[in-house]
């Protein structure tokens, strides 16, 4: 089983690994998963271009690495090493396009909490893989 596992970093990001932990057992054999953390784009095309995209690419992977620091920790004092995944763009496109380039069997996203009014206002990460995805999506609390 390929789990892909999103993760911005956030509390609400290691309770969703904490949830799913206990449930790997649902899985026969051995079970993979893949840390993705998506950064979206420097807003900002001039600031790039002044900086330099050696500089914004190292802000970006320091920004990743930061993310997935706490996940990847949990899941490693749980005996699992995941694959760790960094990438740029829009967040729900990219993790369904990971999903698919790796052949991920499923997706284990958060709901962060969000209401159904800040949802319909702000949209949703998870909202969009679910509408988006082709393997089924697990979402937990």
Do not use: C
């Not at 649902?26 to 420097?42: D, M, N, S, Y």
């Not at 002044?50 to 005996?79: C, F, H, M, N, T």
């Not at 206002?121 to 089924?136: E, I, N, T, Y």
């Amino acid at each position: 089983m390929r789990i892909v596992v999103p993760t911005d970093g956030s509390p609400a990001s290691l309770a969703t690994l904490k949830e799913l932990l206990p449930r790997l057992t649902w899985f026969a054999g051995p079970t993979v998963l893949a840390l993705v953390h998506v950064h979206e784009k420097i807003p900002y095309a001039r600031a790039v271009a002044w900086a330099g995209k050696d500089v914004a690419q190292r802000y970006y992977d320091e920004e990743s690495d930061a993310a997935i620091a706490p996940g990847a920790a949990l899941l490693g004092a749980s005996g699992l090493s995941p694959e760790i995944v960094r990438r740029v763009g829009d967040p729900a496109q990219e993790i369904v396009l990971f999903a698919n380039e790796w052949k991920g069997d499923l997706i284990a996203i958060g709901r962060h909490g969000h209401s159904a009014f800040e949802k319909m206002l702000l949209g949703s990460v998870a909202q969009k893989v679910v509408a988006s995805a082709r393997q089924p999506v697990l979402l937990l609390a």
